[in-house]
């Protein structure tokens, strides 16, 4: 039992630093490459032997903190295609062929609605917009790049963070010639009349109608709420996380034990970080989805409708 909750936590970590370097839809396409390739090494063995360790994939996954949907969703598809195979194919290259199938057909559906989301997405950023970005990825990037292919003037507000992440982004602007300015994400009340609007990338909608962002992101939310500053909010509606939210488990807590400098008669304590922030999707002005613009009550009637749906695969896989 040891051994899996280490697995599951240590896969948890693995997640989690990816994701905020290459956003979640990318790191789901990364995912299905590995998996193509990690099927095509398993193709030798008996599909019993697959089926067992696809498993222990599954249940893994699905309990790793916080829970990617997009992830878990299509490996349930693949845990799935590989339960009925057990009965409907002869041999393991039949499984293959249909595993290796879907999974090329949905890696080529999800670069394509990425592709759709970048220009649509680009289009809210307008003529001389100085635009508020907290938490940098790579889908940030490539709609502040694609707005500036459309030879559209704006300029950046970048939350200054971490040293690693605030340089490559500010490397990125700078390669894309994108005016910016640098500031903490602590001192925004001495700069907020600047800005016009704040973009925020959500990565996913939980069941108390929250999104789940980057850490700090509530507060800078929460700032340019009142400071009566639009916030968009955009998310692909295939991220929604069809499952009933438990407290405290949409982020991972990291706990350490912090020793002062000897200077200070200080004994030592433990100081804790949160790997994500949720976000009432009540403070966003404007919720912009793959397809169309919603508002509160239309994407909490969209979850609704879509969670009652996916009942029957919660049961079947224990979410």
Known sequence: MKNTQDLEIQLSKILINIESDIWSTQLTILTIENLINSITIFRQNDLEHFYEHFSILFNTVKNTRP???????????????????????????????????FLRKTKKEIENETCTIIWNWAKLIQENDTIFVHSPSWI?????????????????????????????????LQQNNIPFLVTPEFMLSNIEWEIDKMLVWGITFNSEHQFIVSAWV??????????????????STKKFSL?????????????TKQVTSLD?????????KF??????????????????????????????KRYSEKEEWRKKHNM
């Open 218 to 235: 509530n507060a800078a939310v929460s700032e340019m709420h009142y400071a009566k500053k639009p916030v968009y909010m955009f998310l």
């Open 243 to 255: 499952w009933k939210s438990e407290a405290h488990k949409d982020h991972t807590v990291y706990k």
């Open 67 to 101: 829970r990617i949907w997009m992830i878990i969703h299509y490996i349930s598809k693949i845990y799935d295609i590989i339960e009925d195979g057990k009965w409907k194919y002869k041999s393991i290259d039949d499984i293959y062929k249909e595993l290796n199938k």
């Open 275 to 304: 790997s994500h922030d949720r976000v009432d999707a009540k403070l966003f002005d404007k919720i912009i989805t793959e397809w169309w613009e919603l508002n509160y009550e239309k994407i909490s009637n969209l979850y609704e």
């Open 264 to 272: 200070y008669k200080i004994n030592p304590y433990q100081r804790v």
């Open 140 to 172: 940030v990037k490539q709609v502040l790049k694609r707005a500036a292919k459309n030879k559209t003037n704006f300029r950046v507000i970048l939350a200054q963070q971490s040293e690693e992440k605030t340089n490559n982004m500010i490397l990125f």
